[in-house]
């Protein structure tokens, strides 16, 4: 490592205004206590650094996109297997993002969803440590994988293991890409078999089959090739991971959402036909009460100012709860967010500001806003060079927002149903959430949305809404 380097990119990342010097100490100590863990370093994951640290993910992230931007770290975009979570690409620039993957590993095609399984991981950047290593990254604790052991170059290392079932196992090395079948059939033998198996150039094991009985077996494995080749085993086919079961991450939606990101690196964007699934965003619509009635009275100068400082409240409330701006429409706003807790947090905040705003103002010149939320699956797109999103979700969102009445929220029940969704509400004191059947206009059936009206800001308002 080019420790000189290594010191004077933290010292310029010290000095930026407003940095948080705790947390780049932390990261500093982080990555100086695990320098010899070359996995680790390679693969840095923001949330282990979290844990190791006890310092919020919240305030790590700004910190590590502020040194990818001086040049302390590169920035990662790693594509996992949805079955052995092993990486099945990595690239350095959103444009080389695409909407499939493959897993050579588990012969699987898969959707590489940004919510789900693109991961953003850091590394030190090259200038300071350009040891090689591939990305690597353990299997999550559902799968029992057999072995794990790694062999550097021409060495031989054994592994014994117990195989009670029978069946189709696929032994593999994650570092070099190759991989075998391992056959368990028969009677059960009490004998330890042994195999000697062979690490060869091109991504090769030797054999590429093994037959065995149920039992303990043996592997010696020679590594002739690599500079290091491992073994892992696991039953073949493995069943996709479900979100509880996934390793610590922090995924391509969620660092998207970051305004560092955005102020950084904002100018990445997908390329112009890619479109890439999120398994889950959350989408607000806000639109302001009454502004055709607001520009007639108080002329367009007047009334353009009013929806400004509306802008700024909202966006202000948006930004701080990590949501993103993604678009206005005249006056109405599209935002997203990762959690729908989030959205009601900066939604509550932002209708008080318009509380205290509007306190201040002559009673034509009031703000008030009719606000929907809806969850789901989306596509992301890069439209005019711009983040954007398509799909039913965010039509839905859009005509949830239409049924909306002033200072109202109006939420689909996907998103009342999340229990951090309603234990914000409890905690904000929100008690008045309605439960409405309504005909949305554009989409099929009767749809159930949830009134949120919220106290506080209601005092000039009509509750008739929320009595249907
Ligand atoms: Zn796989």
Redesign the pocket.
Same mark, same amino acid.
């Given at each position: 490592m080019n420790t000189d380097l290594f010191q004077q990119k933290i010292a310029l990342l010290k000095q930026r205004e407003h940095a948080n010097l705790i947390a780049i100490q932390a990261i500093e100590q982080w990555i100086l206590s695990n320098i010899s863990n070359i996995a680790k370093i390679h693969r840095i994951i923001p949330p282990v650094v979290a844990e190791d640290t006890q310092i919020p993910l919240s305030i790590l992230i700004p910190e590590f996109l502020y040194a990818v931007f001086g040049g302390l770290f590169d920035l990662n975009w790693n594509v996992h &297997?949805?079955?052995?979570?092993?990486v099945?690409s990595s690239y350095q620039k959103l444009a080389q993002a695409h909407h499939r993957s493959y &897993?050579?590993? &588990?012969e699987?095609e898969f959707k590489a969803d940004f919510a789900q399984w693109v991961e953003v991981t850091f590394s030190l950047n090259k200038a300071i440590d350009d040891r090689e290593f591939p990305p690597l990254c353990s299997p999550p604790n559902t799968i029992k994988v057999y072995y794990q052991m790694g062999a550097d170059y021409l060495q031989t290392i054994s592994g014994t293991e117990k195989f009670e079932q029978t069946g189709v196992y696929a032994y593999k090395c994650p570092l070099t890409g190759s991989k075998g079948t391992l056959l368990i059939e028969g009677d059960f033998t009490e004998e330890i078999q042994e195999v000697n198996l062979s690490q060869l150039a091109n991504a090769t094991f030797t054999p590429d089959k093994i037959h065995a009985r149920p039992g303990m077996l043996k592997i010696n494995l020679t590594n002739l090739a690599y500079p290091l080749s491992g073994l892992q085993a696991h039953i073949m086919p493995?069943p996709e991971i479900t979100e509880e079961y996934l390793p610590p991450q922090l995924t391509g939606l969620a660092l998207f959402h970051y305004p560092e990101f955005r102020q950084l690196f904002g100018h990445q964007v997908l390329s112009q036909r890619e479109q890439l699934q999120v398994a889950s965003v959350t989408t607000v619509f806000t639109d302001i009460t009454g502004s055709t009635q607001m520009y007639e009275k108080l002329g367009d100068a007047t009334a353009y100012n009013i929806v400004r400082d509306h802008f700024d409240i909202l966006f202000k409330q948006i930004e701080q709860h990590r949501g993103i701006v993604i678009k206005t429409i005249g006056d109405a706003v599209m935002a997203s967010f990762t959690r729908n807790d989030a959205a009601l947090r900066s939604i509550f905040m932002a209708l008080q500001e318009f509380t205290r705003y509007n306190q201040t103002q002559p009673l034509e010149a009031q703000v008030y806003i009719k606000v929907g939320i809806h969850c789901g699956t989306a596509i992301l797109v890069n439209l005019n060079e711009k983040l954007d999103y398509f799909g039913s979700t965010i039509n839905k969102a859009a005509r949830i927002q239409a049924i909306a009445s002033s200072d109202e929220i109006c939420v689909s029940e996907q998103v009342c149903q999340d229990p951090a969704f309603f234990n914000t509400l409890k905690e904000l004191g929100i008690s008045q959430v309605s439960r409405h059947a309504v005909n949305l206009k554009g989409i099929d059936g009767v749809q159930t949305i949830y009134k949120i009206a919220l106290n506080k800001t209601m005092d000039n308002f009509s509750l008739s809404s929320l009595t249907q």
């Open positions: &297997c949805p079955r052995c979570y092993g099945t &897993c050579k590993m &588990c699987a493995l």
